[in-house]
């Protein structure tokens, strides 16, 4: 009997296998029982891979079975090839418990846990803001006596802010929360380009419901940009395949193709059996063809319009990004915005000339046609306070070779003007844009070209400071979503908060009571909801609050966003698409 001890033990062994995985099975759906009920992409989600196991379970049944030992042979010598044999099933034993603990262990941190450190990212920083704004009012009491006392103080309240948010940052990335949000980031991305591919590549464009969009609105390519997007999310929301129509645009004269992909390869002809203005979802749905009015006319509005977001993309933008209607937008921005293969390579071409490398900070400063009108007038030292800040911050991180600054502006002369007042740093411009920005030069196949490349170099830098009253900068703001996991925080404005023209109601809800102190402030409740009219940068925001009527100041930090979610199409077949993809 001795021979098979061996093969005894090795038996043993794959038995012991095959009942670990299923202790682990039945442990796993034990544990799961004991907690509040996971949500409904999450269950499905594991019983997909219970499914796959069971298919693994049923090959260890089989390879035990194979090793029973047929009564009368218990005395027969094991073989060399016996052995290899068991040593491999053993092995593929152990792969699939490795294969089913990997399965159930990517699931990254909690949404609770990733709001929460967010809210203590904001928090800090609104704490600096207010901190920051009372000190500088010390200043001016008696400036021969405080001044230095005040500098000095806010040193080191901005090492100390520094400190915590670098603290921060590594906390993001522990224990494979990064690798989690890279991969959760693509995959979502992948999910809706592959939606909005599937709209807009109809089998039979003939017999395609359409949305017809014309970009010639009356006024620049930001705009004009935003305005194709509001089309997009309509036209995404209703099951229509979008129609451009850009012929005699008047930056190019042969339309959007002259410097983006179509966007659509099978279906740009806009004819149809039947032809209607827009006159609301429901209204429409016998009109094959439907034309969009910019969004300032829309009426009926329909619940597509930023910012809201899908519903059943909600949880997983929610636990990932920290301003879920931003990267919503940026979706549609990513697919309109592909180069055609020239401007591609000039955009390569133009990064080699310029020395264009990490780290770098965005600046834009637009001056011209908008200051006095919609913007106020910021000198170049009130953006570099910010670019400073920000350095100091990577610089706890990473090493700085030197401080880069992208500088994009429709002002020829700042260029010269920064580089006089700033010679620590590298500023990075490209001249004959700012030139071709200008008010005389602006509607040109040239200026096209300038915008499109500040807006990409702006989108690339690590962090931008800039005004989201322009149009360029908030475009540049939601392209580098789409270059992160999560960017929500990589900008400081100096004027407005993130805003997408023709928006629903931006709203918050009040988390923490507040009792005014001044003539200035609103009172808030718990579970008051607040409509936002902007951010103080001083700890303060502005807004009014619904129940009371009241419109005033409240503290930042004491009201969080309140998401607006909407039943848009999930689109199943495209899904489906990418889930054969996976397959192969």
């Known amino acids: 009997m001795r021979p098979w001890a061996g093969s005894w033990r090795w038996i043993a062994l794959v038995l012991l296998a095959w009942g670990t995985l299923l202790f682990y099975i039945g442990g796993h759906l034990v544990r799961d029982s004991e907690y509040t009920p996971r949500s409904s992409r999450e269950l499905a989600k594991i019983l997909t891979k219970l499914e796959r196991l069971k298919q693994q379970n049923e090959d260890l049944r089989r390879m035990a079975q194979a090793l029973r030992i047929p009564e009368g042979q218990s005395d027969r010598p094991v073989s060399a090839g016996r052995l290899r044999s068991l040593e491999e099933q053993l092995s593929r034993a152990k792969q699939k418990i ?124 930001g705009c004009q940009l935003h305005h194709v997007v509001y089309c997009f999310m309509i036209a995404y929301g209703t099951q229509r395949t979008l129609i451009l129509e850009s012929h005699n645009w008047r930056y190019a004269n042969n339309g959007w193709e002259t410097v983006f992909r179509p966007v659509s390869d099978t279906c740009t002809d806009r004819t149809g059996a039947s032809t209607g203005h827009w006159s609301g979802e429901d209204n429409d749905r016998e009109i094959q063809v439907v034309e969009l009015p910019i969004v300032d006319s829309l009426h009926p509005r329909p619940p597509y319009l930023p910012l809201a977001i899908p519903e059943d993309l909600a949880p997983r933008l929610q636990r990932l990004h920290g301003d ?50 919609e913007a106020a007038f910021h000198p170049i030292e009130e953006y570099m306070v910010h670019v400073e800040e920000q350095f100091q911050y990577m610089a706890q991180r990473i090493q700085l070779d030197k401080k880069r600054v992208y500088l994009a502006t429709d002002d020829p002369s700042l260029l010269q003007e920064a580089k006089n007042k700033y010679p620590d740093y590298e500023f990075i411009s490209d001249n004959s844009i700012s030139w071709s920005a200008g008010l ?22 690590d962090f931008l400071v800039c005004t989201f009253s322009s149009q360029v900068c908030r475009v540049a703001y939601e392209i580098m979503q789409t270059l992160h996991p999560d960017a929500s925080s990589f900008f400081y404005s100096l004027d407005d908060i993130y805003y997408f023209g023709g928006q629903n109601a931006h ?78």
């Open 440 to 461: 005389h030069n602006r509607y040109t196949e040239n200026s096209l070209r300038g915008v499109i490349l500040d807006i990409h170099f702006l989108s690339q830098t």
């Open 98 to 221: 490795h294969n089913y603990q990997r399965l159930f262990g990517d699931a990254g941190p909690g949404r609770e846990e990733e709001e929460y450190r967010r809210k203590v990212e904001k928090g800090v920083r609104e704490l600096w803001y207010f901190v920051r704004s009372e000190v500088k009012k010390l200043s001016h009491v008696d400036p021969a006596v405080l001044q230095k006392h005040t500098d000095t103080l806010l040193q080191d309240l901005g090492h100390q802010q520094r400190s915590i948010m670098t603290d921060l940052h590594y906390l993001s990335q522990a224990d494979g929360a990064g690798e989690w949000r890279e991969k959760e980031a693509k995959d979502l991305t992948m999910l809706v380009q592959n939606r909005i591919s599937y709209l807009q590549n109809p089998p039979d464009c003939s017999k395609a419901r359409k949305l017809v969009c014309n970009i010639n609105k009356g006024c620049g390519y």
């Open 324 to 373: 879920p209607s931003v990267w919503w937008v940026s979706q549609f921005v990513k697919y309109l915005v592909r180069p055609q293969a020239w401007l591609e390579k000039e955009m390569q071409e133009a990064s080699v000339k310029l020395g264009f490398k990490h780290p770098i900070i965005g600046v834009h400063v637009r001056r011209t046609d908008k200051v006095g009108t």
């Open 507 to 584: 709203n918050q809800i009040a988390i923490y009571p507040h009792q005014p102190r001044n003539a200035e402030d609103i009172p808030l409740e718990p579970g008051d909801v607040i409509g936002v009219a902007g951010n103080h940068w001083d700890g303060f925001s502005k807004g009014i609050n619904r129940r009371l009527g009241q419109t005033g100041l409240y503290p930042s930090y004491k009201v969080k966003e309140k998401i607006e979610t909407v039943k848009y199409p999930i689109y199943p077949e495209a899904d489906k698409l990418i889930t054969s993809q996976r397959k192969k």
